[in-house]
C-alpha cells in the first residue's frame, strides 16, 4: 500500500526466476502447503498434463481437523484474524479455479464491511518525494 492509499497487487506470474523459482517449484511449495490436489479438491487435476510429476501430499492439518492456513497466520503475529478474513482468504487460494472466489465476489465479501472501516487516503501519512 503506497503512502497515498494506492494498492498494488502482483501475482505469481510476476514472480521471477531465482535459483529454482520456476513454476514446477512455486506449485510444490503451494502443495506443501496446502496439500496435492485430489478429486474432491479439484475433479479433473489428474487429467492435467503435469499432474502426475506430483507426489500426493494430503492437506497439512486434515487428520487433525486443524486449519493449517489459520494456525500459520497466528503464528505469523495476525491475531485479529476474523473468519471472515480465513473464509476470503481459503476462497481465493482454492486450488481448484471454478472453486475460487471471482473477483467480484471477493470485493463483496463480508470480510470488507467488518469494523474498522478503511481510512481515508488523506489521512495516510506522506513523505516529501526526492527531487
Excluded at 501475482?11 to 502443495?31: C, N, P, T
Excluded at 489459520?70 to 484474524?81: F, H, Q, W, Y
Excluded at 476474523?82 to 481465493?92: E, G, Q, S, V
Aim: overall charge positive; proline content about 9%; some cysteine.
Amino acid at each position: 500500500m503506497a503512502n497515498a492509499g494506492a494498492l498494488r497487487v502482483a501475482d505469481f506470474g510476476l514472480a521471477r526466476k531465482y535459483g529454482r523459482r520456476g513454476e514446477i517449484d512455486q506449485i510444490s511449495k503451494i502443495f506443501a502447503a496446502v496439500g496435492t490436489p485430489t478429486q474432491d479438491s479439484w475433479p479433473g487435476f489428474d487429467l492435467l498434463p503435469s499432474a502426475r510429476m506430483f507426489k500426493f501430499s494430503p492437506r497439512p492439518g486434515a487428520a487433525t481437523g486443524r486449519h493449517l492456513l489459520r494456525d500459520r497466520l497466528l503464528a505469523a503475529g495476525c491475531n485479529e484474524l476474523t473468519d471472515n478474513a480465513l473464509d476470503l482468504l481459503t476462497r481465493m487460494l482454492a486450488l481448484d479455479p471454478k472453486q475460487r472466489i471471482t473477483a467480484d465476489d471477493a470485493l463483496n465479501h463480508a470480510y470488507f464491511a467488518e469494523a474498522p472501516p478503511p481510512k481515508d487516503p488523506s489521512m495516510f501519512p506522506t513523505w516529501p518525494t526526492s527531487s
